[in-house]
């Protein structure tokens, strides 16, 4: 199975994306489906998780900004990004888990202040 994300580009302070995860090849159920993401010199960390039962987990820096949703027929997990500021600059990770961990490769999102 693989995860193949869409959506990273270049976007002013203030500005909006929308970050696409899609799955391809043996499809699972996913536990859980999310985003990581990880920032030039930093490591890699947290945006959001959602599960099965569409409950969400947040970090603390994107609450309120962020929103995570999920079609679960269709194996796919979104990114709503509002209100990007510099701070959240990175390359974004698709990430599932079933009984296992699966990563997607990372699409990039630069905010320009």
């Known amino acids: 199975v693989q995860l193949q994300a869409y959506g990273g580009g270049l976007v002013q302070a203030g500005g909006s994306l929308r970050l696409s995860c899609a799955a391809s090849?043996?499809?699972?159920?996913?536990?859980?489906m999310g985003w990581f993401r990880q920032a030039p010199g930093k490591q890699r960390e947290l945006v959001a998780l959602?599960?099965?039962?569409?409950?969400?987990n947040y970090a603390d820096s994107v609450k309120g900004r962020f929103t995570i949703s999920r079609d679960n027929a269709k194996n796919t997990v979104d990114l709503q990004m509002n209100s990007l500021q510099p701070e959240d600059t990175a390359v974004y990770y698709c990430?599932?888990?079933?009984?296992?961990?699966?990563w997607g490769q990372g699409t990039l999102v630069t905010v320009s202040s």
């Open positions: 990430y599932a888990f079933v009984n296992f961990v699966i």
């Open positions: 090849g043996r499809i699972f159920n996913f536990n859980t």
């Open positions: 959602i599960n099965s039962r569409d409950t969400t």
